[in-house]
């Protein structure tokens, strides 16, 4: 074998060996880009429900409803465990014919209030409900006090004139009445 056939050879034989380890690097990068997703795969709900009615109560219904454990999100976007449990109990009320009222209850007595993204009117909520109405309300008496405050502030401002002041504007005014009146006595004399 001859050097210029054995540096072909041994070029060849790096070749394939460079070319088979960034094939493993692919299919390693691959597998693991994959496995990433697989979070992603699980929020896919695969149960179909069994008309297109109750497909549309139950995405209302699980937007509606908190995650318990996940304490800001809705059933529809949380992905815990409990969330699917629900998600999963919440078609199967569904397939049953229960109604959301139904529903509710059943959430509700399991659960607490807390599932409610908008719990119900009752005692123990009414600060809840009554709350944001009692601070626009107090927002806007604030409003109205400063408001009269400042004209008050103004006009107190304009009516605190010192005698000699109060004199000398009632001077001038005078000055002003008189001017208008020989101007319109000489308007009149002209016309005439």
Same mark, same amino acid.
């Given at each position: 074998?001859?050097?210029?056939?054995?540096?072909?050879?041994?070029?060849?034989?790096?070749? =394939?060996?460079?070319?088979?380890?960034?094939?493993?690097? &692919?299919?390693?990068?691959?597998?693991?880009?994959?496995?990433?997703?697989?979070?992603?795969?699980? %929020?896919?709900?695969?149960?179909? &429900?069994?008309?297109?009615? *109750?497909?549309? =109560?139950?995405?209302? *219904?699980?937007?509606?409803?908190?995650?318990?454990?996940?304490? #800001?999100? #809705?059933?529809?976007?949380?992905?815990?465990?409990?969330?699917?449990? &629900?998600? $999963?109990?919440?078609?199967?009320?569904?397939?049953?014919?229960?109604?959301?009222?139904?529903?509710?209850?059943?959430?509700?007595?399991?659960?607490?209030?807390?599932?409610?993204?908008?719990?119900?009117?009752?005692?123990?909520?009414?600060?809840?409900?009554?709350?944001?109405?009692? &601070?626009?309300?107090?927002?806007?008496? %604030?409003? %109205?006090?400063?408001? =009269?405050?400042?004209?008050?502030? $103004?006009? $107190?401002?304009?009516?605190?004139?010192?005698?000699?002041?109060?004199?000398?504007?009632?001077?001038?005014?005078?000055?002003?009445? #008189?001017?208008? #009146?020989?101007?319109?006595?000489?308007?009149?004399?002209?016309?005439?």
């Amino acid at each position: 074998m001859t050097v210029e056939a054995y540096q072909s050879f041994a070029l060849h034989s790096i070749q =394939r060996l460079v070319i088979k380890r960034s094939l493993v690097c &692919l299919r390693a990068s691959l597998l693991l880009l994959s496995l990433l997703c697989l979070p992603a795969w699980s %929020v896919i709900e695969v149960d179909r &429900l069994s008309s297109p009615e *109750l497909s549309a =109560r139950y995405q209302q *219904l699980v937007a509606e409803y908190r995650c318990p454990k996940c304490q #800001n999100q #809705n059933l529809a976007e949380s992905n815990s465990p409990i969330s699917i449990d &629900l998600r $999963t109990e919440i078609r199967r009320l569904l397939e049953e014919g229960a109604s959301d009222a139904q529903i509710s209850d059943y959430l509700v007595a399991r659960y607490g209030e807390f599932v409610l993204y908008r719990p119900r009117v009752q005692a123990s909520t009414y600060l809840l409900w009554l709350a944001p109405a009692v &601070l626009l309300l107090l927002g806007f008496l %604030v409003v %109205v006090f400063i408001i =009269r405050r400042q004209k008050r502030a $103004t006009s $107190t401002a304009q009516a605190a004139l010192s005698g000699a002041e109060q004199a000398a504007l009632q001077a001038l005014l005078s000055d002003v009445e #008189n001017q208008q #009146n020989k101007s319109k006595n000489s308007n009149k004399a002209e016309v005439e």
